[in-house]
């Protein structure tokens, strides 16, 4: 398995990760849920990275696959007015990274990230690697502190 930026990220930062590749199906409606059912894995531990503009400034939630995320409440956490998903083409220019392959690890440009609170009261999560069919597991602890994350309330 080649390596990624957010691989990458994580070994230079010294953090423990493991890799999870699965067969990704790109016709998936919901990409985190079809990871999670691939892998055998609970959905609301496999999180999605989702791109968003937080009163037109960038920024990253982390939230479970089986989850909606809320913009009311991602503007909460960003102390914005408002926020709405950022478009696709975007969010990869932003990140360098295609849609259904986004990590909040690595991105070419460094933007605030808020995972939702309630997943970081597990032991591991597993998050996008940085590549399509390639998940990594990881601490959400570790996760928040080598990003300077904050957890909040992002989901409906």
């Known amino acids: 398995m080649a390596a990624t930026r957010g ?21 998936a409606d ?25 009163d037109g400034r960038a920024a990253c939630c982390v939230i479970p696959s089986d989850a ?15 926020a709405a998903m950022m478009p696709p083409a975007k969010a ?13 690890f690595g991105a070419m440009k460094r933007v605030p990230v808020a995972f939702e609170a309630a997943a970081c009261t597990a032991a591991k999560v597993w998050i996008n690697a940085g590549q399509r069919g390639l998940l990594l597991g990881i601490a959400p602890q570790d ?11 992002l989901t409906a």
């Open 7 to 27: 691989t990458q990220m994580l070994t230079k930062a010294g953090v423990a990760f493991t890799l999870h590749p699965y067969d990704y199906d790109p016709a």
């Open 30 to 54: 919901r990409i985190g849920m079809a990871a999670a059912l691939a892998l055998g894995l609970d959905p609301a531990l496999v999180l999605k990275t989702l791109m968003v503009e937080a």
């Open 68 to 82: 909606t995320l809320s913009m009311k409440k991602v503007a909460l956490a960003f102390g914005a007015k408002d």
């Open 92 to 104: 990869e220019k932003l990140t360098g990274y295609h849609v259904g392959g986004i990590s909040p």
């Open 143 to 153: 996760a928040l502190r080598v990003l300077g994350a904050k957890a909040a309330a």
